[in-house]
């Protein structure tokens, strides 16, 4: 059972950063290829940025040199920095994991940019 929590979104002013965490404390987590999405209201869920179990990152275009992807193995923690938040970047941030071809997903925490 894979039970993947997410925790730090919120509301934030445009300019403003977050950090979002993920966990697991019950999986091997080393083993897995992490990432986070989002979708926003009306929007298919999209890739943001995802790091894989060797540590390889990678990004969508719209936040590249502003979100930061990380893990902590031993912690079993995946973490988003986002700085330079936009109004656009509004939407539910969900988080993933990958191993073996089998996907697990998040509930997912709310991040709205607003004044």
């Known amino acids: 059972q894979v039970d993947l929590v997410e925790s730090g979104g919120g509301l934030v002013q445009p300019g403003g950063s977050l950090n979002l965490s993920c966990g697991d404390a019950?999986?091997?987590?080393?083993?897995?290829?992490m990432g986070w999405y989002r979708q926003a209201p009306g929007k298919q869920r999209e890739m943001v940025a995802r790091?894989?179990?060797?540590?390889?990152?990678a990004y969508a275009d719209f936040v590249k040199g502003r979100f930061t992807i990380s893990r902590d193995n031993a912690k079993k923690m995946v973490n988003l920095q986002m700085n330079s938040l936009k109004p656009e970047d509004t939407a539910r941030y969900y988080c993933?994991?990958?191993?073996?071809?089998?996907?697990?997903w998040g509930q997912g925490t709310q991040v709205t940019v607003s004044s």
């Open positions: 993933n994991g990958r191993l073996m071809g089998r996907e697990y």
């Open positions: 019950e999986i091997t987590f080393k083993l897995y290829d």
């Open positions: 790091i894989s179990r060797a540590g390889s990152t």
